[in-house]
C-alpha cells in the first residue's frame, strides 16, 4: 500500500484483481481512442513513470522495453496527429491497455496505475455513469460520451481537445509517479 510498509496478501482474489485491471485498462484506453493522438499521446505519459519505476525495481530491461514502446508512439504520433493519416484501431488501443496494466503488475505499482492513468478512469467513469443514468433514470448526464466528444459538441476544437487532455495526462502522470516513487 502507498505511504505504508503494510502487504496486503489478497489470495484467490488477486486473480479477480488482475482480470479486473487487464480487461478495465484495456478497455479504457480503447474509450480514449476517439481523437486524433488521443490515445497514444495519454498512454505517452502514463508510460513514462513506469520507466522509473522499473529502475527502482533494478529492471533495466523493462525500463529499454518502455522506451522502445515511447519511441515507437513518438513516431506514431507523427502521422496520427490532427489530421491524422493513420489510426490506431482496437489493435493498438487494447494493446497499450494492457501493456499499462501488465507494467503495473510486473511493477507492484497497481495502484499507482490508477492515478497514472487517471485520464482513462475519468473517460470511462464518465461512460458508466451515463449508462447507468439513461438505463435507470432515462436521463443523460453529459450531452455525449466518451466525454472527449462533450468537448467539441460544445464549441472547443478537436486539437485543443486533445492537448487539455495531454495537458491532464501529464498532471496524472506527476501524481502517479509521486504515489509510485514515494509510496
Known amino acids: 500500500m502507498p505511504f505504508t510498509d503494510l502487504v496486503v496478501n489478497l489470495g484467490w482474489l488477486y486473480i479477480i484483481l488482475v482480470f479486473i485491471m487487464f480487461t478495465?485498462?484495456?478497455?479504457?484506453?480503447?474509450?480514449?481512442?476517439?481523437?486524433?493522438?488521443?490515445?497514444?499521446?495519454?498512454?505517452?505519459?502514463?508510460?513514462?513513470?513506469?520507466?522509473?519505476?522499473?529502475?527502482?525495481?533494478?529492471?533495466?530491461?523493462?525500463?529499454?522495453?518502455?522506451?522502445?514502446?515511447?519511441?515507437?508512439?513518438?513516431?506514431?504520433?507523427?502521422?496520427?496527429?490532427?489530421p491524422a493519416r493513420i489510426f490506431m484501431g482496437d489493435t493498438g488501443s487494447l494493446a497499450l491497455g494492457g501493456l499499462l496494466a501488465a507494467l503495473a503488475f510486473v511493477l507492484k505499482q497497481e495502484i499507482a496505475l490508477i492515478f497514472i492513468g487517471g485520464v482513462f478512469v475519468y473517460e470511462t467513469l464518465?461512460?458508466?455513469?451515463?449508462?447507468?443514468?439513461?438505463?435507470?433514470?432515462?436521463?443523460?448526464?453529459?450531452?455525449y460520451t466518451p466525454i472527449h466528444y462533450s468537448f467539441v459538441i460544445n464549441g472547443m476544437n478537436e486539437v485543443n481537445v486533445v492537448k487539455m487532455f495531454w495537458m491532464m495526462g501529464f498532471c496524472c502522470m506527476v501524481i502517479g509517479l509521486m504515489i509510485g516513487v514515494l509510496g
Not at 59 to 73: E, R
Not at 126 to 143: A, T, Y
Open 24 to 82: 478495465g485498462s484495456s478497455n479504457a484506453v480503447n474509450i480514449t481512442d476517439g481523437m486524433d493522438g488521443l490515445a497514444a499521446g495519454t498512454c505517452f505519459f502514463a508510460l513514462i513513470p513506469f520507466i522509473l519505476f522499473a529502475w527502482q525495481n533494478e529492471l533495466p530491461y523493462i525500463a529499454l522495453f518502455i522506451l522502445g514502446v515511447l519511441g515507437s508512439l513518438l513516431g506514431y504520433l507523427k502521422y496520427n496527429l490532427h
Open 126 to 143: 464518465c461512460v458508466i455513469l451515463q449508462i447507468g443514468s439513461v438505463k435507470i433514470r432515462k436521463k443523460k448526464i453529459f450531452k
